[in-house]
Structures are given as C-alpha cells and as structure tokens.
C-alpha cells in the first residue's frame, strides 16, 4: 500500500510537471503576444493588411485572408478526394479492402511536408504557370498541395465515420428499394454527418497550421490575394520567414500571429468536439 | 430527362474510383519522384561521409545522427513523461472538470502548429535559458511539441481497457500499481506504441520548428550542446539553395525509407500486440 | 518491476541535469560558430572546410538565418561571429565590431529568354516598386512583371533597398523568397521575373543585367563602374575568443582572400 502511495505521488509529480511544462507554454505565448496586440489595437492588428515591421507597422489582415482562401481551398479538394475514396472504400468495394488500405493512408501522412512542398515546387508551379498563368506560387498551388497533405487525416477519420453507421440503417434501405447509392446519400452521408465534419475540421486544422510546404509553393507576397493564380502568404509562413531575425516589438508581433493561430486551432478544436458530440448526443437518445 | 437512379449509381460510383484512382496515381507519383531520382545516388559511402561543399558532395552522416539524436531524445524524454501522466490522469483520478480540461488543453496543443513551438524553443531554449542552437534545444522543443499527442494517445488507449480487467486483477488481490502496471499498461500497448512512434514521425519530419532550435550545422554534433543539422532541414535547404538536386533527392529518399519503415514497424507492432491481447 | 521506481526516479534526475546544464553555456573554448547572412553562408562553409583542413584539431560550425539575425545572435551571445551582408547603421555600429572580409556584387537577374539587357538605377526602382508593371516598358516582351524580394532580415535585402530603393517601398505584390538560392530557382523557371542577388552566386543559368550600362563583372565593381556593391563582415561584440581570431585571421590572409576571389567575390585588397 506504501508503495502504491508512493507511486502515485511519483506519478502526480511527473504529470504535474508535464501539464506545468504545456501551461508554460501557453502562458508563455498569450504573454508575448498579447501586449502588442493591445499597445498595436485590436483594430489595427487585426484589420489592417499593412505588415511593416521596421516602421512598426503590425497588421495580419493580409495573412488572415491569405491563411483562409488556402485552408478553404484545402479543405475543398481535401474533402472531394476523402469522401470518394471514403464512400469508395467502405460501401462499393470487397470486405477487407479498407482496412488494407488505411494503414497505407495513414503511411503517407507520415510523408514531411518539405517533401510536398518540393514536389510541388517542382511539378505543379510550373504547370500552373505554363497552363494558367501567373508565377505559379499561388493560392491554387498551396491549395492542392495542402490538400493533397491533409487528405490522409479527413479520409481515416471518415472512413472511421462512416462504418460506425449502423447496418441496420444502410439494410432497411436497400430493403426498401432504395440503389446503394441512394442509400449512400439518403441514409450514410445524413447519419455519419457529425463524424464527417469533424474530420474537415480537423483537416482545416491541420491545414492552416502547415508552414514549411507553404512558404515553398505560395510566393509569400503581402498583398491580399486577388485570384487563385495571385501570391500568398499566410499567417504560419510569416513568422517562419521572419522570427529568425525579428526581436522586440517584431518578435513581439509574431508571437501575436502565434496567439491568432492558437486561437483558430482552439475554435476549431471546440467546433469539431461539439459537433461529434452531437452524433453521439443523438445516438445516445436512439 | 429523368435519370433512372441505377445509372446515377454508376455515375456515382465511376466517379468516385475516378477521384480515388487520381488520388493513389498522386501519392505513388510524389513516392516515386523522389525515389526514382534519389536511390541511385543512397549508396554506403554517401550515408557514412560527410558533406562537402555545403553539402554538394559527399555524405549525409552527420545528419542521419542528428536526426537519430534529436528526433530521439525528444521522443526518449517526452514517452515516459506523457505515458506516466496518462495513467496518472485515467488512473489515479476521479474523472472531473479539472480532467477535462486538462484533456481540452492537451487536444488543443496537439493541434498547435510546430512552427509555434518553433518560436517557444528558440526563445526560451535557445536565448534564455543559453542552451544555443543545439540538439538540446531542438530535442526538448520537439519533446514538448509531441507530449500533447501522446499523452492524449495514451490516454485514450488506457481508458478503452475495458474495466473487468481492472476488478479481476484487484479481485485477485493485486494492488493497484501491480493492476496498472501489470495489467493495464500491458493491455494498452499497442495504443500507446502506436502513439509513440507516431510522434517519432512527427519527430523526424519537423523542419521549421528544428531550424531554428537546433540550427543547421554540417559538422558531426560531438556533445549535445552542438548544432547539428537534420535529415529534413538538409533535403528543404538543399533543394531550395539548388545545392545539389541529386544529393537531395537521395536525402529525400533515406528520409521517406526511414518514415516508412517506422510505419511499417507501427503497424506491425500494433497487429502483434492486438492479437496477443486477443482483441 | 521494482526497477519502474528507480527508473522514474532517473529520468526526474536526467530531466533536472538536462535543465541544469542549460545554464552552464555554451560548447568549448575550441570552437567557432557563425550565423548569419545566407549570402555569406556558403562562403564560410567552403573557408570553413579549407580552414578545417589546415588546423584539424578545430571546430567551427556556420549557420544561415539571414543578416539581421546573425547580428543578434553575436548579441546574445548565440554565436562568436554574425555573418552580415550588408554595411551596419550608426547605432549598430557602437555595439559590434565589424570586419570586412569581401565585398559582393548585387546582380539584378532575370530569366535568360528576358530579351532585357540593360537597366537604369530608375528603372530599377520603378520595376520593384510595382510602377512600371509590364516588361514592355523596359523594352522586353509584353507581359506582368513578377518581381522577387528576399525577407526582411536579409542583407541582401537591405543593401538592395539602400542602394536601389532609397524610400520608396517594394511592392507588396514581390514574391518573397528565404535564400539566393531560392531567388535563383525563381527566376531561372519564371520569363517574367526578375530579383536581385549576391553576384558571387549567380552562375550560368540567369542573366544578369546590365546596370546603368556596366556589365556586373567583378573587375567592373573592382573598376567603380558597376556601383550595386555591398560590404560582407564578420561582426563581432567585445573580446574576440583566441579560437575565432584564429579563424577571422585565416579567412583575412590571402588564402583566404584567393579563395573568395575564385567563389566570384572582391577582394578587400
């Protein structure tokens, strides 16, 4: 029994420090950047699109909007290819098949980023520059490259969606009548739709957290993106091409940036929880 | 003109293949540029040499350990930790708001870019507690960087043992270290090794967040203190510096062989413990 | 396992080491770190290699990161040397020591299928601040211009903006790139762009233009005509450690300087 104490004062010491060490950094971060926001404005920092930081001018509008259009082009392509391979995989192909293939997704999860940016520097600016115009470093190149990243993480969460639809849903359609895919759009898709959300969430979490691909296909320019062929730069290339050098008020700024993305990801985090929560809410009341 | 819902089906169903065909045509198409252009040149000397020339000749050694000891030691320090506070949380609490918010936290950090821990480390690593541009400094950003997902991994892992387990081993009189220990823990494995080599991963790709911690030396790190320079930061400032394209195609190629066989290895681990458990 | 006790005990003492020795500092006296300029980057890894060959029992570790850092790192105290391509400001020049050790170039490139050959200083400045926007104007072929930008802690960047810019702004639709190299893949794949880099790196994939009607030659900044020219220092802070005047010393010598001049840099002599 001493032992068990004993133990488990070991055990509570070491989770304390870890969960200290985690606060720490968030502390941390809030603390760095919070003041600049304030001492900048909140109006300023957030809905100005002037970043100049040697005349200490601090506005992220520029790589908000430019995070955005990438995130959401990433999620679009990101969610046309899951939900077909999803869809694909657990209702119009032999038994087994998808538990082969998911640990070969989740393989090319592991593939670095510096990889996809690379490839994608090499194949994919070009052609887009030689077939659509522009310099190629675009919105529509980071879009397809991030979405290609954040493919793996939507379609083993979907696919994970999708089987835990009962049978007895997809059975007593097709038992009265309905084609497999009707059945599909009817019946699955409405009753994984929780699950399936928040696996786009977590998809666009990812996303807008990518940094080194990014800074690699999307031309990092300053001005808010026009088209898809224009140059971005989002929040995460710019303290990645900037917190090398920047110090005081600078640094300052980009732990800011950090703070902003800290928060999105949280949001996101919340929106994804509550929605899952929701499908076990309903399942719970069936 | 109506379409009779058969043929939608079709339409439906070839399409989707047609989605799915381009997505795996994608992902072995990045495979294999890289691996067709780089294996020629991963031969035994070029991964036991030093580079030259900033790296357009020579090997990639100096690398291949820095990438062993910063991806390693980060994950060497951050498992037992994250392990020890996932049974702490699931095991030796009562479940409640303080739980859940610890649980909240970890997610969200889970979630946090590594560029943001980047930017921690290099501050409070690096600067101030004067550890410099070192494997320690990359190593114990990396470490905090993976200690959300694996705590929560493991967490998780734990909390789906089912709890007969848990009262056959107390029933047998066992106490509630040798039931966790003995028991619990043994049961969990595989979650928690998946978790663990997971982060490893993670680890190894990290770019950004390693640049500016662990800096990016040449040289053979001789203490922990050194800067080294690591298989990913080599293959991204090879290739955009437009070094050598060769030399980072097969740096590139050593780093995805090395990813994939710790999938590999995660994999099999997993299949090997689940039979055992008898799940 | 009575060893899981002994073994959590250990890595709670590792992890306090670990922290403890933080605060002892840094490597040995033995070894030189530079961190700086990526222009100087490859300079000092190749006067590094050669050095290493000469004096084995040495160390001496080269960083990239871009000017602004390198200066701050010598201030901290991160590194012995911070590389800086570019010449320091009145206030920075009372905290540093500055050492020149070449000087460099700043070749305006653009694509080789760029019929454009020549520019003016003012044509310069109007093409990166975004008022002339289609090669036309400048006499090439019709079409954007994409103009290429370093970020803002470069040198490079810096010198490009003290000698070309004067206080206009470059434009905010520049694509901004991390490295010269990265400047030169650029250019090298895109028609319509054009940016600005270290001449000793330009190599024979990109066109340099001429400006203000000298070519960018090394004798031609030697000669005064070629006027796009900043300083490469070694800067310090304070007392300089034996093991890195050695260094400093080497890369001063005319060894060193032969080997910069053959890299496509100017001797300071």
């Known amino acids: 029994m001493k032992r068990d104490k004993v133990i488990g004062a070991i055990l509570l010491a070491i989770a304390l420090s870890a969960i200290s060490g985690l606060a720490l950094i968030t502390v941390f971060i809030f603390r760095e950047g919070v003041p600049i926001i304030l001492r900048v404005g909140a109006r300023q920092f957030f809905l100005s699109t002037d970043w100049e930081p040697s005349l200490g001018h601090f506005g992220i509008l520029s790589m908000m909007v430019g995070s955005l259009f990438v995130t959401v082009g990433a999620a679009v392509i990101g969610v046309v290819f899951s939900m077909g391979l999803a869809i694909v995989l657990t209702q119009f192909s032999p038994p087994g098949l998808s538990a082969a293939v998911k640990p070969v997704i989740e393989l090319l999860a592991g593939i670095p980023s510096v990889v996809y940016g690379f490839v994608g520097v090499v194949t994919l600016v070009p052609l887009i520059r030689r077939s659509l115009g522009g310099p190629g470093l675009s919105v529509l190149a980071a879009s397809v490259v991030l979405g290609v990243m954040i493919l793996p993480t939507i379609t083993s969460i979907a696919i994970d969606a999708l089987e835990a639809v009962p049978r007895s849903y997809l059975e007593g359609s097709i038992a009265l009548g309905a084609t497999r895919w009707q059945t599909v759009t009817m019946v699955l898709l409405r009753a994984a739709r929780s699950g399936l959300v928040a696996a786009v969430i977590l998809g666009m979490g990812r996303a807008i957290g990518e940094t080194m691909a990014v800074i690699m296909v999307a031309g990092n320019a300053l001005d808010v993106p026009r088209s898809l062929l224009a140059p971005v730069r989002t929040l ?48 719970r009341a069936k | 003109m109506r379409v009779s819902p058969v043929a939608t089906q079709r339409l439906a169903v070839g399409f989707m293949w047609m989605l799915t065909a381009i997505t795996f045509a994608v992902l072995v198409f990045i495979l294999a540029f890289i691996l067709v252009h780089g294996l020629p040149h991963v031969t035994w000397t070029f991964l036991t040499q030093s580079p030259t020339s900033m790296g ?73 507690l004067r550890m410099g541009l070192s494997v320690l400094s990359g190593s114990l950003t990396l470490a905090l960087m993976v200690l959300p997902t694996i705590i929560r991994t493991s967490e998780e892992a734990i909390r789906a043992v089912p709890n007969s387990y848990r009262e056959v081993s107390l029933g047998l009189g066992g106490t509630r270290f040798q039931t966790v220990f003995y028991v619990v823990l043994r049961s969990a494995l595989p979650g928690i090794s998946t ?57 590139a190629s050593v780093l995805i062989i090395a990813i994939l066989a710790l999938n590999l290895l995660a994999y099999a681990l997993m299949r090997r413990f689940a039979v055992k458990v008898g799940r | ?154 040198g490079t960047r810096e010198s490009f903006v003290r000698l070309v810019m004067g206080n206009e702004r470059i434009s905010r639709r520049s694509l901004t790139q991390e490295s010269n190299g990265a400047v030169k893949e650029l250019v090298r794949g895109d028609p319509a762009a054009i940016g600005y880099m270290s001449l000793g790196l ?27 020219v900043r300083p490469l220092l070694f800067v310090t802070k304070g007392t300089v450690a034996p093991a890195t005047q050695k260094f400093i010393d080497f890369v001063l010598s005319s060894e060193g300087q032969r080997l910069l001049a053959t890299e496509g840099l100017v001797k300071i002599r």
């Open chain 1, 236 to 283: 995460t290339s710019n303290i990645a091409l900037e917190m090398g050098y920047a110090s005081g008020d600078h640094r300052q700024a980009l732990f800011a940036t950090g703070v902003t993305l800290f928060v999105i990801i949280t949001l996101l985090n919340v929106a994804a929880l509550t929605v899952s929560r929701q499908r076990a809410g309903r399942r």
């Open chain 2, 56 to 128: 357009r000749e020579g090997g990639i050694f100096p690398m291949i350990l820095g990438t062993f000891l910063v991806a390693g030691l980060a994950v060497l320090v951050a498992a037992p930790i994250g392990v020890a506070t996932a049974v702490y949380l699931s095991e030796y609490t009562r479940e409640g708001r303080l739980t859940s918010v610890i649980r909240f936290g970890a997610d969200c950090l889970a979630g946090v870019p590594s560029i943001i821990f980047g930017l921690f480390g290099f501050v409070f690593f690096a600067i101030a």
């Open chain 2, 195 to 251: 978790g663990i080599v997971l982060s490893l991963g993670r680890s190894i790709s990290e770019t950004a967040a390693v640049m500016l911690t662990a800096g990016s030396a040449l040289r053979l790190p001789k203490s922990l203190f050194d800067s080294s320079r690591t298989l990913a930061l080599h293959f991204y400032l090879l290739s955009r510096e437009g070094i050598s394209m060769p030399n980072a195609y097969a740096t």
């Open chain 3, 1 to 154: 396992m009575p060893g899981a006790r002994l073994l959590f005990h250990a890595r709670i003492v590792m992890l306090g080491l670990v922290l403890i020795c933080g605060g002892c500092g840094r490597t040995s006296g033995r070894s030189v770190n530079l961190l700086g300029s990526t222009s100087i980057q490859p300079f000092a890894e190749m006067l590094a290699e050669r050095y290493l060959k000469e004096y084995p029992g040495q160390f001496v570790e080269v960083q990239g990161g871009g000017s602004t850092a390198g200066l701050q790192a010598a201030e901290s105290g991160l590194t012995n040397i911070g590389m800086c391509s570019r010449s320091l400001t009145a206030k920075e020049s009372l905290l540093f020591t500055p050492i020149l050790i070449a000087r460099d170039g700043l070749a305006i490139v653009v694509n080789p299928k760029n019929p454009v050959a020549s520019l003016s200083i003012e044509q310069l400045r109007a093409l990166f601040a975004g008022r002339i926007a289609d090669w036309n104007e400048v006499g090439g072929k019709a079409g954007p211009v994409w103009p290429i930008t370093r970020e803002e802690g470069s």
């Open chain 3, 202 to 228: 330009v190599g024979p994939d990109l066109k340099a233009v001429a400006i203000e009607g000298a070519q960018p030659t090394v004798e031609n900044v030697l000669a005064g005509r070629y006027n796009l």
